[in-house]
């Protein structure tokens, strides 16, 4: 059990209360029904669509979903080669200490160099095995030294400057992949206006986040209220909800959950704040945990592996970093289990979310 972790997270924008709200009868409507045409208004208005037949939303939806896509993708391809290459620099500034010592080395044997000499090999201090060191013929042995310093030096400074830059891309690489997770959770052949609702939840999102440009003048769409998160029955009867984006996963996190709920995330892996939602005093059986880790599996990136790594903790654990993206927080006194990404696959293809 680790003391801290970071991680990427998703959605739900909900209130906190005692007891837990119920859905009302009509808040979960078809994807055909009239209600979803002012949810795709803007998406309609900036993919150049004007009609709200369920074939046209399906359009609108299908085209909203590919350029989502495509600009995640540049972004996280330009993100991994920036990443990589501070690596690269990373992975020599390794050799900064070995440089050091052969600068120590060599000024303690400089009475052995002689004029013309390419290179010396020296008897190491500590291993008293024999190292090889080059030399310039153009320095003299103390010139020499001084300049096997100067490498080291560099190569430290490096490090430390590329330290903090490989942590900011790696962050900014994990959030995009939450993003990108959530994305793909939503492109299912049973859209709902819960899912449009998402969508363009999303794609304010990465306008806020400076990673799309707003054509429209201000911001003009009107939110009646925010997406609701999937909810589905524990075997004891207990709901587990699951945020469908980072909007949600906030609001579920931090403003949903109460003392007695159980918090579950995917471990080190793009996925969404799941919530088993417990009464008062309530313990979690094993099969609750299980079916719960299973579904926090389905509902991420690894969700077509056979086993993944879930863990769960109380949400008085998990906090959010200052100036942290949507979704991002950071979470202790965790617990670890495995969750099965394939068997919440089959649940919900024979059950399905609750109405």
């Known amino acids: 059990m680790s003391d801290l972790n970071t991680f990427m997270l998703g959605p739900?924008?909900?209130?906190s209360r005692s007891k837990h709200p119920r859905m009302a009868p009509g808040d979960c409507k078809p994807f055909s029904t009239p209600a979803i045409g002012e949810i795709l208004g803007d998406l309609r208005e900036e993919f150049g669509y004007r009609k709200t037949s369920v074939s046209a939303n399906l359009k609108i939806l299908s085209q909203s979903f590919s350029y989502f896509r495509k600009k995640l993708n540049?972004?996280?391809?330009k993100l991994n080669v920036k990443a990589k290459t501070f690596r690269d620099r990373l992975e020599?500034?390794?050799?900064?200490?070995d440089y050091r010592h052969k600068g120590d080395l060599l000024m303690a044997h400089l009475h052995e160099i002689q004029p013309g000499m390419k290179s010396i090999t020296i008897e190491d201090f500590e291993t008293g095995e024999p190292v090889k060191i080059k030399l310039n013929v153009e320095k003299n042995p103390a010139q020499n030294a001084?300049?096997?310093y100067k490498t080291s030096q560099k190569l430290k400074r490096a490090k430390d400057a590329v330290v903090p830059l490989l942590a900011e891309v790696e962050t900014e690489i994990n959030y995009l992949s939450q993003v990108q997770t959530s994305?793909?959770?939503l492109q299912n052949e049973k859209q709902t206006a819960e899912d449009l609702q998402a969508l363009a939840e999303i794609k304010d999102e990465l306008i806020q986040q400076n990673y799309l440009t707003n054509e429209r003048q201000g911001d003009s769409r009107k939110e009646d209220k925010d997406s609701q998160p999937y909810r589905y029955k524990s075997p004891s009867g207990y709901e587990v909800w699951v945020g469908r984006n980072n909007r949600q996963n906030?609001?579920?996190?931090?403003r949903t959950a109460v003392e007695y709920d159980l918090w579950f995330h995917t471990q080190e892996i793009p996925g969404s704040h799941v919530l088993l939602r417990l009464d008062p005093g309530a313990v979690a059986s094993e099969a609750d945990l299980q079916f719960t880790a299973d579904l926090t599996?389905?509902?991420s990136q690894a969700r077509e592996s056979e086993q993944v790594p879930v863990t769960y903790t109380k949400p008085k654990d998990v906090?959010?970093?200052k100036g942290a993206k949507p979704g991002m927080v950071i979470y202790k006194k965790e617990t670890v289990i495995w969750g099965k990404p394939q068997v919440a696959k089959e649940y919900l293809e024979n059950n399905g979310a609750m109405e």
Do not use: G, H, M, V
Not at 92 to 97: N, T, W, Y
């Open 250 to 254: 906030d609001i579920l996190t931090f």
């Open 297 to 299: 599996a389905y509902y």
């Open 319 to 321: 906090y959010k970093p």
């Open 183 to 185: 994305l793909n959770q």
């Open 92 to 97: 020599q500034s390794k050799d900064a200490e």
């Open 12 to 15: 739900i924008p909900l209130r």
């Open 74 to 77: 540049n972004l996280l391809k």
């Open 146 to 148: 001084q300049a096997i």
